[in-house]
């Protein structure tokens, strides 16, 4: 099967190149900007329509024309993978961005042929420790001292800016063969509301109740905030009352999604979870809150966005399944389908086939991994 992988690397650019480093931040980000408030007055326009706008607005801002054009395109690809998340209820309303804000830029790997011989837009040369990429040639490169060669179709290549230091990330396809050793380092994960994660080794991370005091102190403070006078002094002190508790919440979140992560990818080399999907928000039963749903939902992405992240950091493979994978309804044991789906608050799993009864989501979580493997095999 193919499998995702990123190599990232610390970056040297010399002084041209880092201009045009920056410059390319912002052309992106004027091109991603200038898109998104075409989109906000037309909702219906199409990745295809707003690609169709370069050319024109190249003409009219010949600067765009300086930097890779790739990395333009992608800028569109961003925004409306942004419009896709917002519409399935997962992501926010995209943003403008803005200046100086996690500066990036992505270019796709393209090759063409002349006369014969076939040149390839991006390319890392382990030996020289250079990496060449469109517009920018050659920039020195450090890491992965032990690799001679990438494994690996390149697909694209990120780079970025984090403080002063320039990175790129290199991601890969790679074809690769399971093998039997590697599936006992498999595990799957279901992800909840009762249960932050659950393994399919049986490990179970709750929801800590820090998390739901943030959350009232929240819900007090905005019935607080609906009684004041909007604009007045006392509003704006509230409403930074809001903000600061939101922030730590965040922090605290971040903090323990990355243990439960680091726990995870520590003893393990396929991590598989679900796909996030429209179930599991609508499982909440305090389903009129809309608070906590917010909550829920912020919570799971970081598991995923840190999962991801941690699993190309660490050179481990991450597979989602299928949103489809009805990985609560089907017995772990048998395969038997329930056709019925059960309450959320119905812990246990009991399989009218073959009688197996087992916990709700470390049912789901075997089931993760099974169908994970199964994708992951083919
Ligand atoms: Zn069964």
């Not at 517009?135 to 494994?151: F, V, W």
């Not at 970025?160 to 599936?183: A, D, L, P, W």
């Not at 979870?273 to 909440?284: G, I, R, T």
């Not at 949103?323 to 309804?329: I, M, R, T, W």
Request: glycine fraction near 4%; aromatic fraction near 10%; charged fraction near 30%.
């Amino acid at each position: 099967m193919k499998i995702h992988k990123a190599y990232k690397f610390r970056l040297y650019p010399t002084k041209t190149q880092e201009t045009l480093i920056h410059k390319t931040f912002g052309c992106t980000r004027f091109v991603y900007n200038y898109c998104l408030d075409l989109k906000r007055n037309n909702k219906h326009l199409t990745k295809f329509d707003l690609m169709k706008e370069l050319p024109r607005l190249k003409k009219e801002y010949p600067f765009l024309r300086e930097v890779d054009s790739c990395s333009l395109q992608n800028a569109i690809t961003d925004l409306m993978a942004g419009f896709g998340l917002f519409e399935k209820g997962i992501g926010s309303y995209p943003r403008f961005k803005k200046k100086g804000e996690k500066e990036s830029f992505r270019t796709s790997f393209v090759t063409s042929s002349y006369k014969g011989i076939v040149y390839e837009n991006i390319k890392v040369d382990l030996t020289k420790r250079v990496i060449e990429l469109p517009k920018l040639k050659e920039i020195k490169i450090r890491g992965y001292r032990n690799l001679d060669k990438l494994s690996g179709r390149i697909l694209n290549a990120t780079i970025r800016e984090v403080g002063t230091k320039f990175y790129v990330s290199v991601c890969v396809e790679e074809e690769i063969e399971i093998q039997e050793s590697s599936g006992s380092k498999a595990v799957g994960i279901d992800i909840g509301v009762k249960n932050l994660v659950v393994t399919s080794n049986h490990e179970y991370y709750g929801n800590p109740k820090y998390l739901d005091k943030y959350e009232k102190k929240i819900q007090r403070l905005q019935q607080e905030l609906s009684r004041k006078i909007k604009g007045s002094k006392n509003y704006i002190k509230c409403k930074k009352k809001i903000e600061e508790v939101y922030r730590k919440l965040k922090n605290a979140r971040k903090k323990l999604v990355e243990k439960i992560v680091s726990n995870i990818t520590k003893s393990h080399d396929i991590i598989i979870a679900e796909n996030l999907k429209v179930k599991k928000m609508l499982e909440n039963k305090n389903n009129h809150k809309h608070l906590r749903k917010k909550i829920i939902n912020a919570t799971f992405s970081e598991i995923i966005r840190i999962l991801r992240y941690k699993c190309q950091w660490l050179n481990k493979t991450f597979i989602q399944v299928s949103p489809y994978y009805a990985s609560s309804q089907i017995c772990s044991r048998c395969g038997n389908k329930e056709s019925v789906m059960k309450d959320i608050r119905v812990r246990e799993y009991k399989c009218s086939k073959c009688g197996l009864e087992i916990e709700r989501d470390y049912n789901a979580s075997i089931n993760i991994l099974n169908e994970g493997l199964k994708c992951y095999n083919n």
